[in-house]
């Protein structure tokens, strides 16, 4: 279920030493990965310092871009729920001043986005 379950863009927790491997050249020296989730190809990276966006670009995945947000520039963040007819739930993230969310991700599975929401809760509120 777990591929099947990621290909479907529910996210699914990955190995926190894995990630730290893979994203060497991308984290400082004394920076620890806390927790990760794949959604299909992108990861979604806690680390004891901000978030990082992981997306994966183009058909082989060869393009990477990594988006920084700093704990402290996070404002808010909302959660949406799938429902009915709408089966996406969202997570929405907005940084300090900005009018428009500066991140909007798509989860298939509640469970997913409501897991993703407390790591980030647990990052923003308690740092």
Do not use: C
């Not at 996070?74 to 709408?86: A, K, L, Y």
């Not at 940084?95 to 409501?114: C, G, H, N, R, Y």
């Amino acid at each position: 279920m777990g591929i099947f379950s990621g290909l479907m863009g529910n996210a699914s927790e990955k190995d926190s030493r894995k990630v730290k491997e893979e994203l060497d050249n991308i984290l400082l020296a004394e920076e620890e990965v806390e927790m990760a989730y794949t959604l299909v190809r992108d990861l979604i990276v806690f680390t004891d310092y901000r978030l990082i966006l992981v997306d994966k670009q183009g058909m082989t995945g060869k393009k990477v871009s990594y988006k920084s947000i700093p704990y402290g520039s996070i404002s808010r963040f909302t959660v949406e729920t799938s429902g009915h007819f709408d089966l996406d739930a969202e997570l929405k993230i907005w940084i300090t001043s900005a009018a428009e969310p500066a991140e909007v991700l798509q989860f298939k599975s509640d469970t997913s986005v409501v897991a993703i929401q407390k790591a980030l809760a647990a990052a923003v509120l308690l740092k």
